[in-house]
């Protein structure tokens, strides 16, 4: 049973920089692929980025392309998520999620129960 547990949140201000993180423990992180879902209040949840368990294929949301950018280490189990230039719609709960040996790009469409691991998330509050 692989765990997953993110960290990085905080109040932030606009314009600011951010890198989240997303350890991973128990588990094998290098068959996975792996995610970042965001949840702002009043909305759906947002498909943010996935990448393959290589690291060697990323994917976007097609409205978030150019502002976020996903990478993983497998020598320390952790995925990450960068955002350069944080504006205050980037205000949400930020969720990893694991599915083992999944379509990079089918990751966005993949319902919440079909995932194999999901973290609490963490929140990121942006400060205009």
């Known amino acids: 049973q692989m765990q997953l547990h993110e960290s990085g949140g905080g109040l932030v201000q606009a314009g600011d920089s951010l890198r989240l993180s997303c350890v991973a423990s128990?588990?094998?992180?290098?068959?996975?692929?792996m995610g970042w879902f965001r949840h702002a209040p009043g909305k759906e949840r947002e498909f943010v980025a996935a990448i393959s368990w290589t690291g060697d294929v990323s994917y976007y949301a097609d409205s978030l392309k150019g502002r976020f950018t996903i990478s993983r280490d497998n020598t320390k189990n952790t995925l990450y998520l960068q955002r350069d230039t944080l504006e205050s719609e980037d205000t949400a709960r930020y969720y990893c999620?694991?599915?083992?040996?999944?379509?990079?790009?089918?990751?966005?469409?993949?319902?919440?129960?079909?995932?194999?691991?999901w973290g609490p998330g963490t929140l990121v509050t942006v400060s205009s």
């Open positions: 999620a694991a599915k083992k040996y999944y379509n990079v790009q089918n990751m966005a469409d993949l319902p919440p129960g079909a995932m194999d691991y």
């Open positions: 128990g588990g094998t992180f290098g068959i996975y692929t």
